[in-house]
């Protein structure tokens, strides 16, 4: 399938490994020249590179913090005009809601709602400019369902959600469309940290942590970073003009809800 967006320019952020990276392949197995970000430079210059050789596409490595204003300037300098933005960033610690105080709260907003509104802010001009766009946001299952350990995340995304839904509305007229993806569980390193911390914590071992989170999924699975990103590509297709702020999930039947 041509998803129409060959030679379009994509800024695909955090995207070294897992679901970034993932978005990141398919955009450009779909054609389009990225610009990647994560702020480990040699794990970023190795997916560049792979990139480059499986899709002869060009890509851009920017190593920086896109959680800081440094970072944003510098990944923002290289990209130049943007056609398509996936904004992404790490989850923000588990924990209690005794533990955090207002400066871990500052710290998850920062990355998880103030980081993509600010590059949304500075991209979606030079969209509109040119009469097209896709932004695609990574956000959380936790939006639909609260995951209580992750009360930082899910505070930080909900507020990016209002944020879109919003946004998506006064941008559309200009050709541009501005959708979340809400990730279920999936396998890749955070995953694994999240896993790792439930073994610790019941004294069980990673295989049988995972084994129990697959057993709530009604796909009795992890989705897979490849399956995100295909979604993603669709999304920032031509075929996706008309689905204008939406919260897609990508959960395997995790949340269970009617609609
Ligand atoms: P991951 O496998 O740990 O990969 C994170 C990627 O982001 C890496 O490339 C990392 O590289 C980069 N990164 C992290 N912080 C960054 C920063 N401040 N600036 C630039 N790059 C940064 O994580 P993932 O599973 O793909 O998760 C991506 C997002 O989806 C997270 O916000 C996570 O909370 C959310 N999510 C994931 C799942 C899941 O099951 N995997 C479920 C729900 C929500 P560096 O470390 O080198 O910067």
Redesign the pocket.
């Known amino acids: 399938m041509d998803l129409g967006i060959e030679g379009k320019r994509a800024l695909v952020?955090?995207?070294?490994?897992?679901?970034?990276?993932g978005c990141a392949e398919a955009l450009a197995a779909a054609g389009a020249d990225l610009v990647l970000?994560?702020?480990?430079a040699q794990?970023?210059e190795r997916a560049a590179a792979a990139i480059r050789a499986a899709h002869g596409v060009t890509v851009t490595a920017v190593a920086a913090?896109?959680?800081t204003e440094e970072?944003r300037t510098r990944v923002l300098a290289a990209a130049g005009e943007v056609d398509i933005l996936v904004t992404?960033?790490?989850?923000p610690p588990p924990g209690m809601w005794t533990d955090w105080e207002r400066a871990d709260f500052i710290a998850a907003l920062d990355?998880?709602m103030l980081t993509p509104i600010a590059l949304m802010k500075a991209l979606l001009p030079g969209m509109i400019a040119r009469g097209w766009g896709r932004v695609v946001n990574?956000t959380?299952?936790s939006v639909k369902a609260p995951i209580p350990v992750l009360g930082l995340?899910n505070a930080a995304r909900a507020g990016l959600t209002g944020y879109v839904a919003g946004t998506a509305r006064q941008v559309a007229p200009h050709g541009i469309t501005i959708n979340n993806l809400l990730?279920?569980?999936?396998a890749?390193?955070?995953?694994n940290a999240l896993d790792r911390a439930v073994a610790e914590a019941e004294a069980i071992t990673l295989d049988e942590a995972r084994a129990r989170r697959a057993a709530t999924i009604p796909a009795r699975r992890y989705g897979t970073p490849a399956e995100f990103g295909a979604a993603c590509a669709f999304l920032c297709s031509q075929y996706a003009g008309f689905i204008v702020g939406q919260n897609i999930l990508l959960d395997g039947g995790a949340v269970n809800a009617t609609l």
């Open positions: 952020c955090a995207a070294s490994k897992g679901l970034g990276r970000n994560a702020r480990g794990a970023l913090d896109i959680t970072g992404n960033a790490g989850g990355a998880n990574i959380s299952q995340s990730p279920g569980i999936h890749t390193d955070r995953a």
